[in-house]
């Protein structure tokens, strides 16, 4: 019986910068990804840039992005492994996929708020959403929203759906001030 190799962490570390990760998100821009990795990487305190790939003369006829141009980046934010591909004009970024940011305090939240909003889109801005400069949809959300929406007290946790809906940037203390009301 012929014994099948299992590849471990390690051995996709070696053949891939996804670090083993076995689904990476993958972000298509037109013309803005390595802009973009720079800029995502820096407001992490975890951020890295990864490999950079280049287009060639191949496929000209395809891609029509000139050689030497940047065609790929792969980057890290917080453990988690992203590629960023220069693809052309032809799709656009939408709310139906977003990045979930997970907030311990209010600090944080004013932090990832503040930085990825500017130059954003404002009518995108609601309830934690906000979408960033280059169109990509975020929730930056602090931990406690989910335990206090999830409540098994209906009353408590409706408080809180109300207050936040009332939201763009999500803030603590008005959430738990509407948990705690009588």
């Known amino acids: 019986m012929k014994k099948t190799k299992i590849a471990t962490a390690s051995d996709n570390q070696k053949k891939s910068n996804a670090g083993g990760q076995k689904i990476t998100a993958n972000l298509w821009f ?18 890295k840039i990864g490999r950079i790939s280049h287009y060639g003369k191949e496929g000209f006829e395809i891609h029509q992005r000139p050689e030497g141009s940047v065609m790929t980046v792969e980057f890290q934010i917080e453990g988690q492994y992203f590629v960023a591909l220069n693809g052309g004009p032809y799709f656009k970024f939408n709310e139906a ?19 990825l909003s500017e130059s954003g889109d404002e009518k995108a801005q609601m309830c934690g959403w906000l979408k960033d400069k280059y169109g ?3 929730q930056v ?17 409706g408080r809180v759906m109300t207050a936040m809906l009332q939201m763009k940037k999500i803030d603590i203390k008005t959430l738990k001030q509407a948990y705690e009301q009588k």
């Not at 390595?34 to 305190?45: G, L, P, Q, R, V």
């Not at 996929?97 to 930085?115: D, G, K, L, R």
């Open 97 to 115: 996929v977003s990045f979930i940011i997970n907030c311990n305090s209010q600090e944080e939240v004013n932090h990832y708020w503040e930085t």
């Open 136 to 138: 990509v949809s975020w």
């Open 141 to 157: 959300v602090p931990v406690v929203l989910t335990e206090l929406i999830s409540d098994p007290d209906l009353a408590k946790s």
């Open 30 to 47: 037109d013309n803005q990804a390595e802009e973009a990795t720079k800029f995502y990487t820096s407001i992490f305190n975890n951020g």
